[in-house]
């Protein structure tokens, strides 16, 4: 199986593990939630590891970082009533960083193939 077709996968497995943790924040499950908070977060880390040399690298890393973030403002809003969400504005910003890396890279690659 190619590397691509791969990655592909476990991308689609981690958006599923994604939505579940979410779900579990909107609906308040905490224990499952912050369960289900660690394979996301391995899986994202596992992609940006796995995409170390692609394009996608970047973008991936601003996910990983988003996740992180989202899983950060969680759990300060259950075991932490709330008074440290804001503190998710550092991985939240690291992925603001990467994407603008990706989409800079991209224009640069853009460019110097016309």
């Known amino acids: 199986m190619e590397l691509i077709d791969k990655i592909k996968k476990y991308e689609n497995f981690h958006i599923v593990l994604w939505l579940l943790k979410d779900t579990c924040w909107m ?3 905490r224990w499952l939630g ?3 908070m660690v394979p996301t977060l391995l ?9 170390s040399k692609s394009a996608d690298f970047y973008i991936n890393l601003a ?8 899983s950060f403002w969680m759990m300060t809003e259950f ?3 709330n008074q440290f969400k804001y503190f998710s504005i550092i991985p939240f910003s690291l992925g603001f ?3 603008a ?3 800079w890279k991209a224009f640069l690659t853009k460019r110097l193939n016309s």
């Open 101 to 103: 890396v990706f989409y």
């Open 63 to 70: 996910i990983f970082f988003w996740i992180f973030a989202n």
């Open 79 to 81: 075991f932490f009533q």
């Open 34 to 36: 912050a369960s289900i």
């Open 27 to 29: 609906l308040e499950l």
């Open 43 to 51: 899986f994202a880390f596992y992609i940006v590891n796995k995409t």
């Open 97 to 99: 960083v990467f994407v």
